[in-house]
């Protein structure tokens, strides 16, 4: 009889261990996003929806919680907040950090000659101000502005990279560029708009018109001196050989002022997919770099 009651004992405390190993293995109980909608500012006869941006939060908590803003491609002239977000917003989420989506106004998606038509400046200009609220209001939805990192896909990632290096846009609102502790571009053609525009590229026509001044000022690989001081970057590129080099470019000049650069490249997955696979499940070109460079920004 003393022999089975030790035996039960035995087994109830290796029961208990094994619950015990099997609790601590369960994954972080991960908290769920609360979606607000606003409007980060008025211009007269605009679409309210192209000023505005999607705040995911977990409440109005202590501002201490790392802010990933991200921008949509689609040539300067098509695409939304809300296109291919699923994967972000359950990968951000897990990592706790708040993600803001941003929308901005949109070139003709034709092309179009007409002088007073959407085109640069205006992207940039509602992508800075889209960032200005976000740094003067996020702490009332628990975030760090002091931590902030920029996310942007095809056009988006051009605007993120021309907002990290261009002294037009956000120092012009009172926000230095080493505010921003990091920016990620995911796959574009953008970092020279001058050349792009003077080699006949009419996407880049309609979006940035052909004022040669204006140009320059909207290509990030113009804007890097040796006597700025920039954010990290994160750089994801794919497709032919001319595209990667136009990628190299940037990660040279970047890296000749002293910024400090992660790149991927990714050569198995076409435009979209590249943009799709950031959070995609067990994907880990460009989701694992991605994040490892997001904890280094927010250290």
Known sequence: MKGNLTIAFLSSIALLLTQCKKDDEKPAEVKEYTKTTLTYKTVAGADANLLSLDLYHFGKTTPTTPIVVYVHGGAWAVGDKANSIDNKVNLFSSLGYLFVSVNYRLSPSTLSTDPNRIKFPTHNEDVA???????????????????????????????????????????????????????ASIDTEGYDVLDQVNTGNQTYINAFGTNQTDLVNASPIKQ??????????????RGSAPRIGLADDFIAKLQSVGVTVSQVTANQYDHEGINDAIGAPNEVTVTVPLKLFLESCFQ
């Open 129 to 183: 101000d889209a960032i200005k609220w976000i740094y003067d209001n996020i702490a009332g939805y628990g975030g760090d502005k002091g931590k902030i990192v920029l996310l942007g896909h095809s056009a988006g990632a051009h605007l993120v990279s021309l907002t990290g290096t261009s002294s037009l846009f956000l120092p012009a609102r009172g926000i230095s560029l080493n505010t921003i502790k990091g920016v």
């Open 224 to 237: 890097l001196n040796v006597n700025n001081t920039y954010p990290k970057f994160f750089v994801a590129k």
